[in-house]
């Protein structure tokens, strides 16, 4: 099993700011399908990027997902105040099928 | 517009089974599988398995096989999910999500199960 390590545990930024959240894998994701989700609180997470770079409907293009093999990044360009929430990365695994997550980045506002 | 919509919240007790209910629509329900992802409370996210809506076909994580069954109905554009022998560290919100390709495009609004004596 695929095990998907995020960072920072926290990020700890101001409106405005850039802010770079790290997902880092055990083993190379095949297809570089990975993904990456937001979560605020009492609601379901909600996809922004799939196939490590592709935004997903609807999502500004402040978002933007980069990275390979066993390194990922999401990339917000420049923080707005209904972007703190909790991410996940998210990756697919076959033989068998499995979907594992990121134990999670909290960003909040500093 | 794509919805998925969940049964309500349920209070079960340790060894009992919940079953859940997820109903579709604004799309073809047969045309993309339909997942399972749970959330303990001030945990992450975790799959639990996937059924093909169309074949009926399932695949499940390895740490719920056994104890997991997921069905759908086709008439009504329904997938079911149900946990059996339920323990006190089954207690969190249940979601559905289609999956689109190898993500998860659209989300339930979740079902809370606590599981206490």
């Known amino acids: 099993e695929i095990v998907l390590t995020q960072s920072p545990g926290t990020l700890s930024l101001s409106p405005g700011e850039r802010a770079t959240l790290s997902c880092r894998a055990s083993q190379s994701v095949t297809g570089n399908y990975l993904a990456w989700y937001q979560q605020k609180p009492g609601q379901a997470p909600r996809l922004l990027i799939y196939?490590?770079?592709s935004r997903a409907t609807g999502i500004p293009n402040r978002f933007s997902g980069s990275g390979s093999g066993t390194d990922f990044t999401l990339t917000i360009s420049r923080l707005e105040p209904e972007d703190f929430a909790v991410f996940y990365c998210q990756q697919y695994g076959s033989s068998p099928p499995e979907y594992t997550f990121g134990q999670g980045t909290k960003l909040e506002i500093k | 517009q794509v919805q998925l919509v969940q049964s309500g919240a349920e209070v079960k007790k340790p060894g009992a089974s919940v079953k859940v209910s997820c109903k579709a629509s604004g799309y073809t329900f047969t045309g993309y599988y339909m997942h399972w992802v749970r959330q303990a409370p001030g945990q992450g996210l975790e799959w639990m398995g996937r059924?093909?809506?169309?074949?009926?076909?399932?695949n499940y994580a390895q740490k719920f096989q056994g104890r997991v069954t997921m069905t759908r109905d086709t008439s009504i554009s329904t997938a079911y999910m149900e946990l059996s022998s339920l323990r006190s560290d089954d207690t969190a919100v249940y979601y559905c999500s289609r999956g689109s390709g190898w993500s998860f495009d659209y989300w339930g609004q979740g079902t809370l199960v606590t599981v206490s004596s």
């Open positions: 059924i093909n809506p169309d074949s009926g076909g399932t």
């Open positions: 196939g490590a770079s």
